[in-house]
């Protein structure tokens, strides 16, 4: 983790360190290796800096678990040499499976309780504060996914009720949604079935507005897995949470290719 312009952390944080990246991996692999039931981010990239990008996202991740550690009492019974062998060998595997050439990877929290919203959001605002201490050099867009499933089994309606009902159906006043599926190598779904089926489940109550919206549902399709999750009011003035966007903004329109357009 060194490096210029990266924060020195206090010596007695190496044990605390080693527990916290034991909460999460990052992956290259394919999407069939990633399981129904997951949590973590996509981070998509230049094709050809996905090596760069995985150690961009790890760096970036410990620093960010490190910190929340910070506040927490660490138990000193923790098998720290475990957890680096488990470390280890994910990477080595991550080198391995590059079979061929692609522009995302996945991280992946272990540890279910870990809020990915949360993080992007906090990073991407992190950047917004500091853009003349850019943290990234080839991270693009950082997508939360608060659930996986697998497209061929997936019941798309129990599905986005599991991951909608917190923000949606659990009392309180109506809220503006939109709703921004994107699909990348996959028939099955379509964006017009995904965005009835999300619809009808957060019910007439809660009127649909495209930009004035106090909640966007971002639904990603990549291949054989499908991952949702509820975002704020702010995504849009984030960059759709693209941090190279967000330090280095690029003409209106230049963002997202139109093949790969989100707008729902």
Request: glycine fraction near 4%; aromatic fraction near 4%; proline fraction near 5%.
């Amino acid at each position: 983790m060194a490096g210029s312009g990266k924060r020195a952390m206090p010596n007695n944080s190496n044990q605390s360190s080693k527990r916290r990246k034991g909460q999460w991996t990052q992956s290259q692999r394919k999407s069939t290796d990633i399981e129904a039931g997951d949590v973590g981010i996509f981070v998509t990239c230049d094709i050809g800096r996905e090596s760069k990008c995985v150690a961009e996202i790890t760096d970036i991740l410990t620093q960010v678990l490190e910190n929340d550690a910070e506040s927490e009492d660490e138990d000193s019974d923790d098998d720290d040499a475990d957890i680096e062998e488990q470390i280890r060998r994910e990477l080595e595997s991550l080198q391995a499976s590059r079979e061929k050439d692609t522009s995302m990877v996945f991280a992946r929290f272990n540890d279910k309780s870990v809020d990915p919203v949360k993080i992007v959001h906090e990073l991407c605002l992190d950047a917004q504060a500091n853009k003349d201490t850019k943290k990234s050099r080839y991270i693009k867009r950082l997508t939360p996914i608060t659930m996986v499933k697998k497209t061929l089994s997936v019941d798309l309606e129990a599905f986005a009720k599991e991951v909608l009902k917190p923000h949606f159906h659990s009392g309180g006043p109506p809220k503006k949604y939109a709703i921004r599926p994107t699909c990348r190598g996959n028939n099955k779904l379509n964006r017009d079935v995904i965005i009835k089926t999300v619809a009808d489940v957060v019910g007439p109550e809660h009127p649909v507005n495209l930009k004035n919206y106090d909640l966007m549902i971002l639904v990603d399709v990549v291949q054989n897995v499908i991952g949702m999750s509820v975002v704020g009011s702010d995504y849009d003035q984030l960059k759709r949470f693209n941090v190279a966007e967000i330090y280095d903004p690029s003409p209106k329109g230049v963002d997202t290719p139109a093949k790969e357009k989100e707008t729902a």
